[in-house]
């Protein structure tokens, strides 16, 4: 499973889930384009994790993979698609779109503000659509395949109360998979989505830091344990790798179980 000489853009790469994903691709051999939008401390982190891990991964000195971080708040279509262009400008080339960054804002459905509601639907649906679309012309200009990968949440099946602009966000995101990937098959292209169940990051410091919330919901994880972001990072490599080239349209749950369970007690 190698990503040598190929390069990915991971959106919301300086902490959580998406600094996971940067490290472990960089591991495979792919080089990174690292985005974060108010973390440069942590984008810097990830930047030096990426290349202590590209300088493991036994390339020769020129194929080695590197690292180049851009700033874009995902929630502008004009950053990112500047984002997009900076990343093929520095690189010559990007292969992999990995549309990780997200937010969530929690408030009973009548007390959501139009601001909560755009700025969530802005990061999470409205720009990994129109990254997918820059990394898409650019494939098309320059005649190649590539893969997208989202990273959704099991909530783009199952009610989350008091998130209800995040689950509309994540069930647009497995929609727009689905549809992205009749259009896109004849080229090449394909898109998976990746949905996390609770994986300990900062999205969920406020549960983390809550010990009565926490246990409830861990009664509902049947493998008893929050998810590491390496869980979710490892499945994102392996979908974007070549062993992959036949897999298209589909969303893989990296959830410990919590999605169907149901119990009466
Ligand atoms: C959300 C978390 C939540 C988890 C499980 C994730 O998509 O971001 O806040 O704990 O799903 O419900």
């Known amino acids: 499973m190698s990503l040598e000489g190929k390069v990915a853009l991971v959106t919301g790469s300086s902490q959580g889930i998406g600094q996971a994903i940067a ?3 960089a591991s495979q051999g792919a080089s990174i384009v690292i985005d974060y939008r108010s973390h440069p401390e ?3 982190d990830t930047l030096q994790q990426v290349k202590a891990a590209g300088g493991n991964c036994h390339l020769a000195k020129d194929h080695a993979p590197d690292g180049y971080v851009v700033q874009a708040d995902i929630g502008s279509v004009e950053q990112v698609q500047n984002l997009v262009n900076e990343g093929i400008k520095h690189f010559g ?7 990780n960054a997200g ?14 509601y755009d700025n969530v639907l802005h990061v999470n649906l409205k720009g990994s659509f129109f990254a997918a679309q820059a990394l898409v012309q650019h494939l098309l200009d320059t005649k190649r395949t590539g893969r997208i990968i989202n990273i959704s949440s099991v909530h783009e099946e199952l009610p989350f109360p008091n998130f209800a602009p995040y689950c509309l966000s994540k069930g647009g995101v497995k929609m727009m998979t689905r549809d992205l990937s009749v259009e896109l098959g004849p080229y090449g292209i394909t898109i998976n989505n990746v949905a996390p169940g609770a994986i300990e990051t900062p999205i969920n410091t406020k549960l983390l830091n809550n010990p009565q919330e926490l246990n409830a919901l861990l009664k509902n994880i049947p493998l008893n344990r929050l998810g590491k972001p390496n869980d979710v990072a490892s499945l994102v490599a392996f979908l974007a790798s070549d062993d992959a080239s036949y897999i298209t349209g589909s969303t893989f749950f990296v959830d410990g179980g919590l999605l169907w369970d149901y119990h009466e007690q």
């Open 23 to 25: 490290i472990k691709l």
């Open 93 to 99: 080339q990007l292969d992999i779109l990995v549309n």
């Open 103 to 116: 937010m969530e804002r929690r408030a009973p459905f009548w007390e959501v503000t139009e601001k909560d």
């Open 42 to 44: 942590g984008a810097e």
